[in-house]
């Protein structure tokens, strides 16, 4: 009868432990993912290579690359505006990430060539270059700065433009 009673307080004990470790384990888990995204957010983690950096994060590491869908649409004769893939908004603004290659996929199916170019303040303006007709292009561009800046086309800068945001990857 001792035996069991020993037996019964020992196994108490043993399952107080164990949820004591199970508290401290995941108490750890939260206080480094929180100081590693402020590591993170500050900059000081930004010679990590990205993949490491999310997945240190508990963050989804397949949103690395970012791609933006864009399309082009005349809304009357001769006037253009670009419009959102995912949402079909008129020239909508662009959420890119710092750091990350971001493309942004457009598709062309008006009669006429368009250009995006984005107005970042480097010497060398990321550009689609050429979109014919009835195509298709990208621009792909890694942003080293967080920011707002403004894109634009080419050929009708006064109807095809909007903004874009560069933001850290959380």
Not at 23 to 44: C, E, K, N
Not at 106 to 113: L, S
Not at 132 to 138: C, D, I, L, Y
């Amino acid at each position: 009868m001792v035996f069991v009673y020993m037996s019964k307080i020992l196994e108490g004990r043993f399952h107080l432990i164990m949820e004591s470790r199970n508290i401290i384990y995941i108490l750890t888990l939260v206080l480094s993912t929180l100081i590693l995204s402020s590591l993170w957010d500050s900059g000081i983690l930004n010679w990590l290579p990205r993949k490491l950096a999310l997945a240190a994060n508990g963050k989804d590491a397949s949103t690395i690359s970012k791609a933006t869908q864009l399309s082009t649409k005349e809304i009357k004769d001769g006037v253009y505006n670009w419009i959102s893939g995912s949402n079909g908004a008129s020239n909508p603004p662009l959420r890119v990430i710092l750091n990350v290659n971001n493309t942004i996929k457009i598709k062309n199916p008006t009669d006429t060539k368009h250009e995006l170019i984005i107005d970042s303040g480097t010497d060398v303006l990321p550009s689609s270059g050429d979109i014919n007709p009835n195509s298709s292009g990208q621009l792909s561009f890694t942003p080293n700065a967080i920011g707002t800046f403004t894109y634009h086309c080419a050929y009708h800068p006064y109807t095809m433009k909007g903004i874009v945001q560069v933001v850290t990857g959380k």
